[in-house]
């Protein structure tokens, strides 16, 4: 068996590293996305964000469409292409 890679086999990436990008994502669409909601909801207070109901639904709802549509159509998600995966 050898060390080196052949050409034909396929590049699996390490866990750790699919683990890294999937938390990036996450929070890079959870933050931006709180504070949108908060904005548009009117629900910015002094020590941050307080989403309740329709609003922190929206947050969720936002993550399902940037993996899908960051796989499809642009090859992977922003941290999985800045990170190679």
């Given at each position: 068996m050898?060390?080196?890679?052949?050409?034909?086999?396929?590049?699996?990436?390490r866990p750790l590293i699919q683990l890294v990008?999937?938390?990036l994502?996450?929070?890079?669409?959870?933050?931006?996305?709180?504070?949108?909601a908060a904005t548009f909801a009117g629900?910015?207070?002094p020590n941050g964000n307080q989403l309740n109901g329709w609003?922190?639904?929206c947050?969720?709802?936002?993550?399902?469409?940037?993996?899908?549509?960051g796989k499809k159509?642009?090859?992977?998600?922003?941290?999985q292409r800045l990170l190679k995966i």
């Open positions: 050898t060390l080196l890679r052949s050409a034909a086999s396929p590049h699996r990436p990008a999937a938390t994502d996450l929070f890079t669409v959870f933050i931006p996305a709180a504070f949108i629900s910015i207070t609003p922190a639904l947050v969720f709802a936002r993550t399902g469409p940037y993996v899908v549509f159509l642009f090859g992977g998600t922003i941290w």
